[in-house]
């Protein structure tokens, strides 16, 4: 049998761990779990999660570089807000979408 063909990849934990924080960081965000101007520090998130502090750092340097937290030296992260001209933009967004979404669907509807 051809060895390569069959060779599993290797996991990387370290990886893997920091994509399931980033997702519950995220969803913590989007459901207001985590509030924004508050400060969250990696041992603490760490703990409520359940992992070591070295996925959630990665995590939240992530989710920094992208915008939604501003890193507090020797503090920890804080949660950014919404401003209304992002919202503004969201709802602009959605309804452009969602306009295109049903004109789309809407000719394939059937009682």
Request: net charge positive; charged share 30%; hydrophobic share 40%.
């Amino acid at each position: 049998m051809d060895r390569e063909a069959n060779a599993l990849r290797q996991l990387s934990p370290p990886d893997f761990l920091r994509d399931l924080a980033l997702r519950a960081i995220r969803q913590g965000i989007f459901t207001n779990e985590l509030k924004p101007g508050a400060v969250y520090s990696e041992p603490a998130l760490a703990k409520q999660l359940g992992i070591s502090r070295a996925p959630v750092r990665e995590a939240l340097r992530d989710l920094a570089g992208r915008g939604y937290f501003d890193v507090i030296r020797n503090k920890g992260y804080r949660l950014k807000g919404l401003g209304a001209k992002e919202i503004r933009d969201i709802y602009q967004f959605r309804r452009l979408v969602e306009r295109v979404a049903l004109e789309d669907g809407g000719g394939k509807l059937t009682k």
